[in-house]
C-alpha cells in the first residue's frame, strides 16, 4: 500500500515538474501542460511522382507511399499492401522531394498524424489522414 501511495506521488509530481517556474529566486506552481507525442515513421515505395497542391500563400507536395505486412493463411505466404498520404509543407523539403523523388523509389518519411475532412461535389464530408513530413530520406534506385 505504501509504495502505491509513494509511486503515485511521485508521477504527480513528474507531470508538475515541466511547470515550475523560477521568479526571483521564488518557485511558483502553474497548470500542468503534459507532454504528449504524435511520430511517424514509414518505410516503403512511392505510389505516383509528387504532385503540386494548395495555393501561392500555402503550397504543399502531396504523393502517396506503400507500406505492407506479410503473413500466413493457410500455409500461404499474403502481403497486405497499406497506402498512405504523405504531404510537404517546409520549403527545402517540397522542393526537394517535387525535383527528385519518383513513382517507385524506396523512401523512408518521419513525420506526424494529421486527420481532417474533405467535402466533396455533393456536400459530403469524408474524412482524411495524411502524415504531415518533417523529413524523407531518399534511398538509391535500382
Known sequence: MFSINVMSQTCRRMTRLSSVRFNSGAVTETTAIEKTINQVQLLGRVGADPQKRGSEQHPVVVFSLAT???YKTDGELT????W???????PNLREAIYQHLTKGQRVMVNGRLSYGEIKDD??????TTAIIADD???FQRN
Open 84 to 90: 498512405h498520404r504523405v504531404c510537404v509543407f517546409k
Open 136 to 138: 524523407i530520406v531518399f
Open 68 to 70: 505492407h505486412t506479410n
Open 79 to 82: 502481403q497486405k499492401t497499406d
Open 122 to 127: 455533393s456536400g459530403m464530408t469524408k474524412p
